[in-house]
């Protein structure tokens, strides 16, 4: 019961703020709400008893990437607010079209109810998820890495002042 | 024997034509010529007492069928063979014609050794010569209106051939072509008559048309239409109305063809082919009559033209056509021997008349016109004589020969009632004679009025053309005896002689209007005389000019021929020319019309064909390449470039995707 | 309990808001930050799944997501700056250079 409160409470939050970073006119502001969007999201993890994972999220997510996007920010001066000049007609057209893609994939789902049924056991425990990632899921635990490795370094190339000598 | 009358000059002038002119000198030409037509007469002669002796009057010879029997249906039904043979037939007629033809033939290539000798195609001249005896003699002899024909158009082609000798000159050239044009419409009429005879009676021999007239089977309109036929061709050949203006012009041949072709022969075919044909123009007493006519308004017509020429030969052309008007007339009252009598010795005296004024002609070196002559009697007097002779006897003055003939034609005339022919004739006669003294005064009597350059050279002919001259006067003296009739202490031997050919006819006339007739031709005649001597040489022509001078639209009139050359040229020529211009005008606007109406439509398919090429095909083509690019710049507009676009895009697909797997699954 | 519909019409929710932020923006960085959003409702959804069926393997899988946002993230701003260098702006309009 409690549960499923605390649940509510996190999903409004996590909705509200998500529609305020979308609205948002300042790239500092936006940058705020997607701060509150992830803490949210993260407690929604709580909820569902996916206790790592939560804390990856503000980890990761809270501590890494929105760090990284008010770093961003201020290096390129981003005081410059980009006219959000559109067609009014895209504008609503691009607005309906996904949110009504949304509604009506959600009213399938509950229209025709959900077509796998619950097994039980629990949530993803903390002891479970350890030993499915490090036993199926090894290779590409691995691969990640590189990736990150890959990334770290591809970044750093790409982001780089053109040298003189840089064949691009 | 007579089949080779013809062959003797026919080889003459092959050889003189194809080698004379060549490679033989003067003398061997004249020798081969003259020595053709002397061998013709031989012929004749010969002939002619075989006939006496024989006693078949008709003798025929085949020589081979050129076309053999076809079957052709008559107009009565019946079937009758119709071939067309070689064949010669040898009578009292034929034998008249011969002789005349070969005799007088024969003087004047005598004559023309003379008369031609400075000339520069002596041995055409006599190559064509020679070819007209040969073809005139073919024409006489045939046995059939076929062989008839060819000799008939020979002589037209000689004709033209000789009179425009001198070809080089136009007037010669034009005068040659002329005669054969108007003969050819003669020609025409001949052929009809011939096709008609054919169809009605299906034969052309002439034995076999006499012998189908007498047993009745042909209809009267038939034979006259047929008859009529055959007279205009010999209107053309004879120079009668309406076809007679080809002669005077026909002068402009050298003056042996204009006696020997103008004169005796050729223009005396139609006679001829008139009297042959006896049986069917007697049958047909229409065609008789409108023969009769024509012969006795063409005599005084022609008469009338002669009084004003001023062209020697012209007077003489004139007065040949009246002359033959005068057989036709002996013809037309059914006293055929009468006519052929005056043919011969029109003959006679005609040819003898040419080349006297031949002889003239030759002594002032050419000129023809008598105004500019005059004087001439002490000068060549064997020419004068001769041509006295020769007018004495045209004129009918008793005791020569023109006067018996034309005697038995005028009583022949009388006696059949036809006054209007008769009194015509007595006419003609009387300006025969006129004109004719006209002719001698001027130019023998009087004083000189002829030039220097003729002054100089009068002189006498010489005796090649001397010699026939007056063997020709003789005969104009002598040869009408054979004819003497009855009244007069003859026998008539001429008449009863071609009986057997042209039937009989006899005249019944009381004795004393016998006489008087004769007076009276013989009053006419001399009235005649003297009155032209008045005229011409006690008042020196003043009476004439005044004449003139007071008529001057008649005498315009008939110095200008009755303008009837110009009514010709302007009816028939220029008929043909205007039809020839229609014909143009139909040539280039119909069928050119036509023609470019064709190339114009085939030009407006081909560039409708192009258009619809060019705008449908292509337009197609085009078309395809123009949606192609419509649609792709419809379709390139959805390329935005812009990322939200795209995903958009894809987020659309994914869930379309779903809802389908969902809805369907 | 947590009913398992929600979980999920809530992460499709979050996922449309993101979706629509990432097409609607032209501001290329609030453009990135809505893809996070976007990725984070797609969490959502896997982690709720996961819970479900009693396994691991969502929050397993949600964890890899997350490397990838990140990963995605780090590059993404990289090219921001060297397109901003280029462009001298912001704009994701001015991304048209495939335009056509």
Redesign the interface.
């Known amino acids: 019961m409690i549960t499923l409160a605390v649940f509510v409470f996190f999903a409004v939050l996590a909705l509200a703020a998500a529609v305020l970073v979308v609205v948002q006119k300042n790239a500092m502001h936006s940058v705020l709400y997607l701060a509150f969007a992830v803490l949210s999201t993260s407690g929604l993890f709580f909820t569902l008893g996916a206790e790592y994972l939560g804390a990856i999220q503000i980890l990761v997510y809270a501590g890494g990437i929105v760090v990284l996007y008010i770093f961003v920010i201020v290096i390129v001066n981003l005081t410059e607010i980009v006219p959000e000049r559109r067609p009014l007609l895209a504008k609503i057209v ?1 607005v309906a ?2 949110v009504g ?1 949304g509604i ?2 959600a009213y ?1 789902f509950l229209a ?1 109810g959900f077509p796998v049924e619950a097994r039980p056991g629990g949530g993803p425990g903390f002891r479970a998820l350890a030993e499915t990632l490090f036993g199926s899921y090894l290779l590409p635990f691995e691969l990640a890495s590189v990736l990150l490795l890959a990334v770290l370094v591809g970044a750093i190339v790409v982001a780089r002042k053109k040298n003189l000598h840089d064949p691009d | 024997m007579f089949v080779l009358i013809p062959l003797f000059p026919l080889v003459g002038a092959a050889v003189n034509g194809l080698l004379g002119v060549r490679f033989f000198s003067r003398r061997a030409v004249g020798a081969t010529a003259v020595g053709a037509a002397g061998l013709g007469f031989a012929a004749a002669v010969a002939s002619f007492a075989g006939l006496l002796r024989a006693a078949d009057p008709v003798s025929v010879r085949t020589l081979f069928t050129w076309i053999p029997a076809s079957l052709v249906r008559t107009a009565s039904g019946g079937l009758a063979s119709l071939r067309f043979d070689m064949a010669f037939r040898y009578d009292s007629l034929a034998a008249v014609m011969t002789l005349v033809v070969t005799g007088v033939g024969l003087l004047i290539h005598i004559y023309s050794l003379g008369y031609m000798a400075h000339d520069k195609s002596y041995a055409r001249f006599f190559s064509y010569l020679n070819l007209f005896t040969a073809a005139m003699l073919v024409l006489v002899l045939g046995a059939n209106l076929g062989i008839m024909f060819i000799g008939w158009e020979g002589v037209g082609l000689c004709s033209y051939l000789l009179i425009g000798f001198w070809f080089s000159k136009d007037s010669a050239a034009n005068a040659g072509r002329k005669a054969f044009i108007t003969n050819r419409v003669g020609d025409f009429g001949f052929l009809l008559g011939t096709g008609l005879l054919v169809y009605a009676l299906g034969t052309l021999d002439i034995g076999g048309i006499a012998a189908a007239v007498e047993a009745g089977t042909l209809a009267k309109g038939t034979a006259t239409a047929a008859a009529l036929l055959l007279f205009l061709g010999a209107t053309g050949k004879s120079a009668q109305i309406p076809l007679y203006t080809w002669l005077p012009d026909a002068m402009e041949g050298p003056t042996p063809v204009s006696a020997l072709i103008h004169a005796a022969t050729m223009v005396t075919a139609g006679v001829y082919m008139v009297a042959r044909l006896h049986t069917l123009f007697s049958f047909s007493g229409t065609a008789l009559t409108v023969v009769a006519l024509t012969g006795a308004f063409t005599a005084v017509t022609a008469a009338t033209m002669g009084l004003v020429q001023t062209d020697i030969k012209r007077v003489l052309a004139y007065s040949t056509i009246s002359q033959i008007g005068f057989m036709f007339i002996g013809l037309g009252v059914g006293a055929y021997a009468a006519g052929i009598f005056h043919l011969m010795t029109h003959a006679f005296f005609k040819s003898l008349l040419f080349l006297a004024a031949g002889s003239v002609i030759h002594a002032l070196s050419g000129e023809q016109d008598m105004r500019r002559m005059g004087g001439l009697r002490t000068r060549i007097p064997r020419t004068y004589r001769a041509f006295l002779v020769g007018a004495l006897a045209i004129s009918g003055i008793p005791g020569l020969s023109g006067f018996f003939s034309k005697d038995e034609i005028l009583g022949a005339a009388f006696a059949s009632g036809n006054y209007l022919v008769w009194s015509l004739g007595l006419a003609g006669a009387a300006m025969t004679a006129f004109y004719m003294f006209r002719l001698i005064c001027l130019t023998f009597e009087g004083e000189a009025r002829f030039t220097g350059g003729a002054s100089g050279h009068v002189h006498e002919s010489p005796p090649a053309m001397l010699v026939p001259l007056e063997i020709l006067a003789v005969l104009a003296i002598a040869g009408g005896y054979v004819g003497l009739p009855r009244l007069l202490g003859g026998g008539a031997w001429f008449g009863r002689f071609l009986e057997p050919s042209v039937g009989r006819h006899e005249l019944h006339l009381p004795v004393g209007t016998e006489v008087l007739l004769m007076a009276l031709a013989a009053g006419v005649a001399v009235a005649g005389i003297v009155a032209a001597r008045a005229i011409y040489v006690r008042r020196k022509g003043e009476p004439a000019r005044r004449f003139a001078a007071r008529f001057p639209a008649l005498y315009g009139l008939v110095s200008k021929k009755y303008y009837v050359d110009e009514a010709y040229e302007k009816i028939f020529v220029g008929g043909v020319l205007a039809l020839g211009r229609i014909a143009d005008w139909v040539d280039r606007r119909v069928v050119d019309g036509f023609v470019d109406g064709v190339a114009r439509a085939l030009r407006g398919i081909s560039s409708g064909a192009m258009a619809f090429d060019e705008g449908v095909v292509d337009g197609a083509v085009d078309g395809v390449g123009k949606a192609h690019l419509a649609v792709s710049s419809g379709l ?1 507009r959805l ?7 795209y ?2 895009a894809v ?2 697909g994914v ?1 379309l995707v ?2 389908i797997a ?2 369907v699954f | 309990m947590i009913p398992i519909e929600a979980v999920v019409v809530l992460g499709l929710l979050l996922f449309a808001i993101g ?1 629509v932020g ?3 923006r032209k501001n290329l960085v609030v ?1 990135l930050m809505s893809l996070e959003l976007l990725l984070n409702g797609a969490n959502v959804i896997l982690v709720g799944l996961g819970r479900h069926w009693g396994s691991p393997r969502g929050a397993i899988l949600a964890l890899f997501v997350i490397i990838m946002a990140v990963s995605e993230a780090a590059v993404g701003f990289a090219l921001v700056l060297a397109y901003f260098r280029q462009k001298k702006s912001y704009d ?2 001015a ?6």
């Open positions: 691009l079209v996904p893609t009506e994939v399938l025709k | 390139r390329q935005t470039g812009r990322i939200y676009n995903a958009l987020v659309l869930v779903i809802t969902v809805t | 979706f990432v097409v609607v453009m994701v309009d991304l048209d250079d495939l335009k056509g």
